[in-house]
């Protein structure tokens, strides 16, 4: 019989709604049971595509006796992280500071009043590793709870004060300046891996943030050490395992120093990101292979992800049926020689073997290999490859495919829009831009409301629950700042305006400027959640604080500007120190610190061959955060239009920074200088 979980939108908890647990959602009717019958409360936190999050599943919330074990001493409580970040983000807290570790599945234990005393991640069925079991663990807590409770109570509150007491150094309210950009620069210099490209060592993580400041900082001050980071990164990642050399998109991380062996989930907000960056990388360096990641990226984004409501899934799962009925990670992805073999016959087989770099030990599993594109003095036949490439794709379409997650997360269907609007833009695919629009219209629709407060999550088209948080209404302004710039449309700059209010309004604490990632009317929980480094995306600060720029460059809003200029004191605190961890944070700096410029466009129409010149000439700069007008002269579509007449009546370009502006002017080319310069 289903549980609780049966009615929520969350696939994540619906992969729940038949466990013999008596799950809750996140409630307050959950820790008012809590209450009423003196039971501690079991949190459980992680997401649809957590390769470990099914397999405690199975091994233990499937499990009749340890399901009656948790009915009858616990209420449990199941929340998606992806649904409910600052929940996460608040227990996350706790757990890496009291195990100094943390990670999902998260398993927390908390009193009625949702304060934590107990904390972990994965347990076993059985000891294993140095690891007690789940049961263990459950015995034990419910022991203490029974005979100690006036000791776990104490500890609780010792945890919730010690959470409340740990403050960010926000570095006051002074944007970075030249110096501390180049010790962000000097600092990632020095964890560069020169011999595979990216940061640190393994699990390595795709720096796509980190890569955008890399690019912005070459544009703006010529320097070739960053250009060089940035475009031998994104060439390993592109040549390795982590990017789908059939399909296009990139896995989540790679388990190893060289990209070879991907944890295998595809999220919707890495390729978001680096869709955009190879688009960036492209646009500053003519790169072909860049071109065809971009597209390829974008490409796959819709094809793979898009919904049936124009809005774009959160991921596809690392595990699929590897054709025995076993459940196996990466089993959709790898091949061995043999199954090359089946597909191609053996001429094309060995051909495809050296091309893709399938070995018969293998590189990943049981003598499989994850494809890659191994660097060789041999030259290839590229029809042949191609149609190596189409008969492998068409052979793995025949292979049961990874589960998606569905729901639409506000924040991150924000970060497609902007790249496939940019994207669709660069080379001449209006079919990406149109995508990029009905992903917008599917949030204007269906999680703004009327006072354009937005929903953080939607599934099939219905709203979820939960309100947005911060990185909801950055990224989405983001998103709909990209678009407006792409397609002349002033209104998705009104609805970016509208979001940025918000943000003013009921996130940014106005002694100190700095952001909090939920609004001051939300949910209250044991610690309002505040996290300014950028991880797997922007956090929320970064988010908000680049499109609060780029609104202030489109309308001279000095609330604005100043609100994005204070909250850039964190990045000059922590720019020289963790440089890796505040990437997008660092980009933003440098559009500061170049203005951003402000370009307006002005012609008797977008479709005008003059007008769409220098519209695209305006778009392909790579001035750092440089805003773009386009429109009819004098229109009210823009405020940047205002006062913007042609040049004896021919389309022309405006560019102002600072308060300064150039002559206008009719040339492409002479246009393209200036946004270098």
Known sequence: MPNRLAHETSPYLLQHADNPVDWWPWSEEAFEEARRSGRPVLLSVGYSSCHWCHV????????????????????????????????????????????????????????????????????????????????????????????????????????????????????????????????????????????????????????????????????????????????????????????????????????????????????????????????????????????????????????????????????????????????????????????????????????????????????????????????????????????????????????????????????????????????????????????ALCAADLLVRVHLDEQARLTRTSKDGRAGVNAGVLEDYGDVAEGFLALASVTGEGVWLDFAGFLLDHVLARFVDEESGALFDTAADAERLIRRPQDPTDNAVPSGWSAATGALLGYAAHTGSEPHRRAAERALGVVKALGPRVPRFIGWGLAVAEALLDGPREIAVVGPALSDEATRALHRTALLGTAPGAVVAAGAAESDEFPLLAGRPLQQGAPAAYVCRNFTCDAPTTDPERLRETLSS
């Not at 919330?61 to 209420?75: C, K, Q, W």
């Not at 796959?300 to 991921?315: D, I, P, Y």
């Not at 699929?320 to 016959?345: C, K, N």
């Not at 506000?410 to 149109?434: K, Q, S």
Request: proline letters at 5%; glycine letters at 10%; charged letters at 25%.
């Open 56 to 435: 405690m599943a199975h091994e233990s919330f499937e499990d009749e006796a340890t399901a009656d074990f948790l009915n009858t001493h616990f209420v449990s409580v199941k929340v998606d992280r992806e649904e409910r970040p600052d929940v996460d983000a608040v227990y996350m807290e706790a757990v890496q500071a009291a195990t100094g570790q943390g990670g999902w599945p998260m398993t927390v234990f908390l009193t009625p009043d949702a304060e934590p005393f107990y904390f972990g991640t994965y347990f076993p069925p059985a000891p294993r590793h140095g690891m007690p079991s789940f049961r263990q663990v459950l015995e034990g807590v419910r022991g203490a709870w029974t005979d100690r409770r006036d000791e776990v109570a104490e500890v609780a509150g010792k945890i919730v004060q010690d959470l409340a007491g740990r403050e960010i150094s926000y570095g006051g309210t002074e944007a970075p300046g030249e110096q501390e950009l180049a010790q962000a620069l000097l600092g990632l210099t020095r964890e560069y891996d020169p011999q595979r490209g990216g940061f640190g060592g393994a699990p390595k993580f795709p720096p796509s943030m980190v890569i955008e400041f890399l690019l912005r900082h070459h544009a703006r001050t010529g320097a070739e050490g960053a250009l060089q980071m940035a475009r031998d990164t994104c060439e390993r990642m592109a040549r390795g395992g982590i990017y789908d050399q059939l399909g296009g998109g990139f896995a989540r991380y790679s388990v190893d120093r060289d990209w070879v062996i991907p944890h295998f989930e595809k999220m919707l907000y890495d390729n978001a990101l680096l869709c955009r960056v190879y688009a960036h990388l492209w646009r500053a360096t003519g790169s072909d292979l860049a071109r065809r990641v971009a597209l390829e990226t974008a490409d796959f984004m819709v094809r793979e992800l898009r919904t049936e409501q124009g809005g774009f899934a959160s991921a596809l799962d690392a595990d699929s049926d590897d054709g025995t009925g076993r459940h196996v990670e990466g089993a959709y992805y790898v091949w061995t020689p043999e199954q090359l073999r089946e597909a191609l016959g053996d001429d094309d087989a060995e051909l495809a073997a050296r091309y893709f770099g399938v070995t018969e030990e293998g590189t990943f599993e049981e003598g499989a290999s994850v494809l890659q594109l191994p660097q060789r003095d041999e030259v290839f036949d590229a029809e042949r490859v191609a149609s190596v490439r189409g008969r492998l794709l068409e052979a793995r379409a025949g292979r049961p495919a990874p589960g998606r997650d569905d729901k639409v997360v506000a924040a991150w269907n924000g970060l497609a829009i902007a790249a496939l609007a940019e994207t669709g833009a660069y080379f001449d695919r209006p079919d990406l831009v149109d995508a």
